[in-house]
């Protein structure tokens, strides 16, 4: 819900950067037999377990490689972005995507409610989205432009600021004395698809 409500995603059709997948216990991390449209009474469910699931922010991301245009691309801090205005909604990058992780927006996306307030794009390094292009998950890219306008060091995704247990836990990997790097350093962690070679930046502590 914080993700939808800070990047206005579409509701019809429904349009989901963070995916929550529902996996039975005894699976283990099935994400390819995971149920993703589940409407349960009551989370969490005895029995299952549940995986967030979004963009990789791939080291070698093949959804960059496909793009005739070059509309996306990884910043040197390793977040793959899109620039809205040069995507051309051909939709390479949605086959060549391992991980189902891109979008292709059908209708314009609602205002962000800053942004309708001030008139002008929440970030201007990265534009806003439009009708016809194809969207992923930045990591919220525009609070990080904030932070940096503000001169503040670290910033939180949206996704992460919310989450009531600290499942996600967000930081730079390259810094030792990190959160997110002390974790991966203590725990035993997985990423997804790892024969691929695609370098896979989201880890999962199991």
């Known amino acids: ?21 529902r996996v039975n216990e005894e699976a283990g991390v099935d994400l390819v037999h995971a149920d993703y449209y589940y409407e349960p009474e009551e989370v969490p469910e005895k029995g ?6 979004a963009c990789m922010q791939c080291e070698n991301p093949p959804c960059v490689s496909v793009c005739p245009v070059q ?12 620039d809205y205005d040069w995507c051309i909604g051909c ?9 189902g992780s891109r979008s292709f927006n059908f209708f314009a996306p609602w205002p962000r409610p800053h942004t309708a307030e001030t008139g002008t794009p929440p970030n201007d ?18 609070l990080l432009a904030e932070a940096q306008r503000e001169g503040k060091e670290t910033y939180t995704p949206a996704c992460v600021a919310v989450c009531p247990n600290n499942s996600l836990v967000f930081g730079d990997v390259s810094d030792p004395n990190s959160a997110v790097r002390k974790l991966l350093d203590e725990n035993h962690t ?17």
Not at 2 to 17: D, M
Not at 48 to 53: A, E, K, Q, S
């Open 1 to 21: 819900h914080a993700c939808v409500g800070e990047n206005s995603q579409s509701r019809t059709p429904p349009i989901h950067w963070i995916r929550v997948a």
């Open 125 to 142: 390094k990265f534009p806003t989205r439009k009708k016809g292009a194809v969207e992923k998950c930045n990591f919220c890219a525009e």
């Open 190 to 206: 997985i990423v997804r698809k790892p024969a691929l070679g695609t370098g896979p930046q989201i880890y999962y502590i199991v």
């Open 91 to 99: 939709r390479y990058c949605i086959v060549a995507c391992p991980y």
């Open 71 to 82: 509309a996306t691309w990884a910043e040197p801090d390793g977040i793959v972005v899109v």
């Open 48 to 53: 299952f377990n549940y995986i967030p699931v």
